[in-house]
T-cell receptor, first 113, second 111 residues
């Protein structure tokens, strides 16, 4: 089955640690995205990538980093510079233009302990 | 902010009733999309309506778009308890690449 897989489902981070969230898709989509969702809120764009080896900052990129070395993979690192990282993180992918809508993963819930 | 606004924030209805959710945006758009999110899960794409379309149907879903008022509505007919979820509208500005999501409407359908 084609789809987009995020792992882990739950992640706990200690203060000062970097953690990496995985996102893999087998839909042959060119574009991939990371969103952050806080309780009762909409989605805010962290980073996006329209093509391999290229990515752009979204609206709330500070404290996050990404890479796009393979078409299928778009990992997100939450660095210690992100002061309030507790949130639900969603990865999505789309065709090159994104005009036909996004396919989302099932999310990773990150909690700082 | 470019974020769309949705109304109401929360809606509680009985099974079998219709549910209507509204969405407004601020700029010219290429298309508008509606997504559904079950609690603790990812979003699922429901329907996309292009800027030159006024109405679109998919099963029990009916979406309208009024570009003069910069607004859209999602109607779910004959609602079921399984329709309980959050519903988000999302739009893409003309000439833009990013899709902008609203804050969502939380729908609760009582059995």
């Amino acid at each position: 089955d084609g789809g987009i897989t995020q792992s882990p489902k739950y992640l706990f981070r200690k203060e000062g640690q970097n953690v990496t969230l995985s996102c893999e898709q087998n839909l042959n989509h060119d574009a991939m995205y990371w969103y952050r969702q806080d309780p009762g809120q909409g989605l805010r764009l962290i980073y996006y990538s329209q093509i391999v080896n290229d990515f752009q900052k979204g609206d709330i990129a500070e404290g996050y980093s990404v890479s796009r070395e393979k078409k299928e993979s778009f990992p997100l690192t939450v660095t210690s510079a992100q002061k309030n990282p507790t949130a639900f993180y969603l990865c999505a992918s789309s065709g090159q233009t994104g005009e036909d809508g996004y396919t989302f993963g099932s999310g990773t819930r990150l909690t700082v302990v | 902010s470019q974020q769309g606004e949705e109304d109401p924030q929360a809606l509680s209805i009985q099974e079998g009733e219709n549910a209507t959710m509204n969405c407004s945006y601020k700029t010219s758009i290429n298309n508008l999309q509606w997504y559904r999110q079950n609690s603790g899960r990812g979003l699922v794409h429901l329907i996309l309506i292009r800027s030159n379309e006024r109405e679109k149907h998919s099963g029990r879903l009916r979406v309208t778009l009024d570009t003069s008022k910069k607004s859209s509505s999602l109607l779910i007919t004959a609602s079921r308890a399984a329709d309980t979820a959050s519903y988000f509208c999302a739009h893409r500005n003309t000439g833009g690449f990013k899709t902008i999501f609203g804050a969502g409407t939380r729908l609760f359908v009582k059995a």
